[in-house]
């Protein structure tokens, strides 16, 4: 029994520790950015090995940047796209996979496959189609252009179709009784039962459209549509490589993407569905 203990504990020990160098390695590049950003000039932020904590932190780099570039324009669009292409993919995707995963129709399993095969197309295949549809529909320079690409995905119907069919059979047909529409279903029993998967989707929508760099790049031309991954990208050229004020534009870019986790993660909770029924 000794023995077996002392080799669990072992186990434990070597899998931990794997774990916690995977971790360590994937943040110091982020550990990196963040004390680029807060360096002094006088700092070089290339000295080997590296140096973590600035010697003498500072705000300047950020006060550069956002004084010297209109960071505010780039959050603001930032802000307009993220929240629009939640919003949509939220209630296309719902709507798409509710039929999917309750209605009886004949092609329902091939049709959800062939969405699902789309997931396999890299979305540079289709960018160049994409474009030219957004430019004759006059959608170049504009929020809609930056967002009609994405107003629902493979992904999303998929996440949805799978939560609805964990909703239990007896809860719909109660409402069914109850007079309740197939959209009076989908609103008031499939949506209010899954709402852990509808923050998830959310998640990772809004990390998508934040982040998102290609598609901005290709369609805007005019600076004041741009978002801040396109004004990141911009301080290379006007500050002729200046990796601290670079740092800083990234923490600036990379920061609302950790709050909007930190605060979403919590209600990413399991929810009772079945527990307005009787056993």
Not at 27 to 52: C, G, H, M, R, Y
Not at 244 to 268: K, T
Request: aromatic share 14%.
């Amino acid at each position: 029994m000794q023995r077996l203990r002392q080799a669990t504990w072992v186990r434990l020990t070597v899998t931990y520790g794997v774990l916690s160098a995977i971790a360590l390695a994937m943040l110091l590049p982020l550990l990196w950015l963040v004390s680029t950003a807060f360096k002094s000039p006088d700092e070089n932020i290339f000295a080997f090995p590296p140096q973590f904590i600035p010697a003498s932190p500072t705000l300047n780099n950020f006060i550069t940047v956002w004084q010297q570039n209109p960071f505010g324009q780039y959050f603001v669009n930032s802000i307009i796209v993220a929240v629009l292409t939640v919003g949509l993919n939220l209630l296309f995707c719902s709507l798409a996979a509710y039929p999917l995963a309750r209605l009886k129709f004949r092609g329902r399993q091939f049709l959800f496959a062939l969405i699902v095969a789309t997931i396999l197309i890299p979305f540079q295949i289709v960018m160049i189609p994409l474009y030219v549809l957004a430019v004759q529909l006059g959608l170049r320079n504009t929020y809609l252009g930056l967002i009609f690409p994405f107003i629902a995905s493979a992904f999303g119907i998929f996440l949805m179709r799978q939560a609805f069919l964990g909703v239990p059979k007896e809860l719909e047909e109660a409402a069914r009784i109850d007079g309740c529409s197939e959209l009076g279903i989908w609103w008031n029993v499939m949506i209010s039962s899954t709402r852990p998967a509808l923050v998830t989707l959310a998640i990772f929508v809004f990390i998508g459209a934040w982040s998102d760099f290609l598609w901005p790049l290709i369609l805007l031309d005019r600076p004041e549509y741009y978002t801040l991954p396109l004004g990141v990208a911009k301080l290379a050229g006007s500050f002729s490589l200046d990796w601290r004020l670079i740092a800083a534009g990234s923490v600036i870019s990379i920061l609302p993407v950790l709050i909007f986790f930190v605060v979403m993660q919590r209600y990413i909770v399991p929810t009772e569905s079945g527990s307005g029924l009787k056993g």
